[in-house]
């Protein structure tokens, strides 16, 4: 399969601060990647160079094919950045047939194209509003509608969620799933559920540098973690019972939630280790409310940057 993004020993720096530290990763035609890192990790940077508003210092990289500036690009690449402003005192509807235009659509393709992308984001009702009256949330709903003008064949998507309400957020994710049959997806979010739940990869960078590029289900230890919520916060007397279990290697506690144990285990037997647990926890009348198997995605990331 052709890569449509590739990414080899890239070098970024501004001053004496490194952004990008050869930086090397390719990603597939049809893919969702959600791109992961620390504050600081070169993440936007790395959207701007592939974007082509920021030039390489060194290395390769190739968009489409293409050098990330080439004219070839034009209307190929989608963008939405965390913020970004509007112009004040014109319409929604307005700008995006400007965008639309600026793309090369003449005026009546521009307005269907609007029609299309208003209708897929769902924002019909803001497109005769200008943008000094819309929320945070409803502007960057705006955006992520601008980025698919065109019906670009790659879209970078910087923080699509943040500052939307949960149903929102939760359209905005759901749109993602429903298009990534049709473009590839570059997400950068530190909302790591969010990526679980819309990324078929992930690319996990710190200091500018590649920690892991994998699948999600790569990333995912299916066989020796449990994730438990209890009814009730367990006593130490419950965790020590638990610890008999010779297979069990760790059980560790959320500290946001008291109720919820991760347990880490080895066994040839996986499945019978699950059994032994859920059945210790029966006995002493610990009622299980949530139970899932696989490790804590989020943690998985963390122990990788921390291990870096």
């Given amino acids: 399969m052709n890569a449509l993004v590739k990414c080899r020993d890239v070098h970024k720096s501004f001053g004496s601060i490194r952004a990008l530290a050869g930086l090397t990763f390719s990603i597939n035609n049809r893919t969702s990647v959600g791109l992961v890192g620390p504050n600081g990790a070169g993440k936007t940077t790395l959207f701007s160079v592939i974007s082509g508003f ?10 489409l094919g293409h050098r990330p500036d080439s004219s070839h690009l034009k209307g190929r690449i989608g963008i939405l950045p965390q913020d ?35 209708a897929l984001s769902g924002i019909s009702g803001l497109v005769r509003q200008f943008p000094e009256t ?26 699509p969620t943040s500052g939307l309400d949960p149903v929102a957020a939760n359209d905005v994710r759901a749109l993602i ?9 570059i997400i950068s979010s530190h909302n790591l559920d969010e990526i679980r739940n819309v990324c078929d990869e992930i690319i996990i960078i710190d200091k500018g540098s590649l920690v892991r590029h994998c699948t ?9 973690y449990l994730t438990i919520v209890l009814e009730i916060a367990p006593q130490d007397q419950l965790l020590q019972i638990l610890k008999t279990v010779p297979a069990i290697v760790r059980i560790t506690a959320d500290a946001a939630n008291p109720k919820k144990l991760s347990i ?27 139970f899932s198997r696989g490790s804590a995605f989020t943690d998985k990331v963390v122990e990788l940057v921390r291990g870096h």
């Fill in 54 to 63: 920021l030039r390489l210092d060194s290395g390769t990289l190739s968009v």
């Fill in 84 to 118: 970004v402003p509007m112009l004040q005192g014109i319409s929604v509807y307005a700008q995006l047939v400007l965008l639309a235009r600026l793309q090369g659509f003449n005026r009546r393709g521009a307005d269907q194209e609007i029609e299309r992308v208003v």
């Fill in 134 to 159: 819309l929320s945070f949330g409803q502007r960057k709903r705006v955006i992520l509608a601008q980025a698919l003008i065109g019906n670009p064949d790659l879209v970078l998507l910087d923080e």
């Fill in 177 to 185: 799933r429903k298009l990534r049959a049709e473009h590839t997806f």
């Fill in 216 to 224: 999600i289900q790569e990333l995912i230890e299916h066989d020796n």
């Fill in 264 to 290: 880490q285990f080895q066994d040839a037997e996986p499945d019978q280790v699950q059994f032994r647990i859920l059945e210790l926890l029966r006995q002493h009348n610990a009622a299980v409310v949530e």
